[in-house]
């Protein structure tokens, strides 16, 4: 929970003057208590939460506790940015509890293309333990439950579930989601992930290594539905960044997590694209994420390879 200065210095200043008053009943005592947990409760609710600078873009870090997904405890320590540049996410045990990491990007992102190359054996995650990268809507674009594009690794607290995941929510409440489910075995280290998005549906792909060109691929799933204005988002949203544990179980193997994102961008959609070519714009190399993923027993996150 984070404070806010400003409205808490407001509170104790409206302490201070009403100390110099009498309240000659325990009924104006017990208001004057109420107003004071009013203005504190204003505090905690309005406070600007720690935001950092990553790849050009403005982020908004995750703090408190018993907040979803999950539900889950976060942590704004467990995020950083390195001087190298490099995004920090960290899945930590504190005490008896684990704290979990999420960044939201203050910039709405809409059509275009999304690639995230990333380091470390996420064919080899606690089951529950849950990476994801994605858009999610405000609340001015939809509830939850819509306007949400999502890859996500995760075995949903299922040791033999496959670990891939690709979802579309569709635009609209009340309607149900579209969802691919892959198995993930991991040639090496690394792994490229992309989203094309467009009004009439979503392409996604999962490469081995790090590619532009669509070599090598392991999986793939092309949703173009029937009335795409209903099931594919149609509106600009925030990307999420997020580590976190599923319904909020501690992992299996004890393991914390780590793991560095080293470049964010967006190839919009004016700008084409295919799976085949290379893109016609210099952009691209500054259109994609980067991901180094690693796991550890301990409090430094000392790589497990």
């Not at 403005?58 to 001087?83: A, Y």
């Not at 910039?107 to 690639?115: I, K, T």
């Not at 994801?132 to 949400?148: C, Q, R, S």
């Amino acid at each position: 929970m984070e404070w806010n200065p400003r409205v808490l210095g407001r509170v104790l200043l409206f302490l201070k003057h009403s100390a110099r008053r009498r309240y000659d009943s325990c009924e104006a005592r017990a208001h004057l208590a109420g107003l004071a947990l009013g203005f504190l409760l204003v505090a905690c609710a309005f406070a600007p939460g720690k935001t950092i600078r990553f790849a050009g873009y403005e982020w908004i870090v995750k703090s408190g506790t018993d907040q979803g997904p999950g539900p889950n405890n976060w942590n704004e320590n467990n995020v950083w940015v390195d001087q190298g540049g490099r995004l920090h996410l960290k899945l930590k045990r504190q005490g008896d509890r684990w704290y979990c990491a999420e960044v939201l990007s203050k910039d709405r992102m809409g059509f275009g293309r999304y690639q995230f190359w990333i380091e470390g054996r996420v064919d080899r995650l606690d089951p529950n333990v849950v990476l994801g990268l994605f858009n999610y809507p405000t609340p001015d674009v939809g509830p939850d439950g819509t306007n949400e594009i999502d890859i996500e690794f995760a075995g949903w607290g299922k040791p033999e579930a496959p670990v891939g995941n690709y979802t579309v929510w569709p635009a609209r409440a009340g309607l149900r989601r579209a969802n691919k489910r892959f198995p993930v075995e991991l040639k090496d280290e690394y792994t490229s992930h992309t989203f094309i998005w467009n009004s009439a549906g979503v392409t996604f792909q999962s490469l081995h290594g790090f590619h532009d060109d669509g070599a090598d691929q392991f999986a793939g799933w092309r949703y173009q539905p029937q009335d795409p204005a209903s099931y594919v988002p149609q509106k600009a949203t925030p990307v999420r960044i997020n580590l976190w544990l599923f319904q909020g179980q501690s992992p299996k193997n004890g393991q914390q997590v780590e793991f560095i994102v080293h470049w964010l961008s967006t190839l919009p959609a004016s700008l084409s694209w295919t799976w085949e070519g290379k893109p016609r714009s210099e952009l691209t190399r500054a259109r994609s994420l980067k991901v180094v993923m690693r796991s550890s027993q301990s409090d430094t996150g000392s790589s497990s390879r």
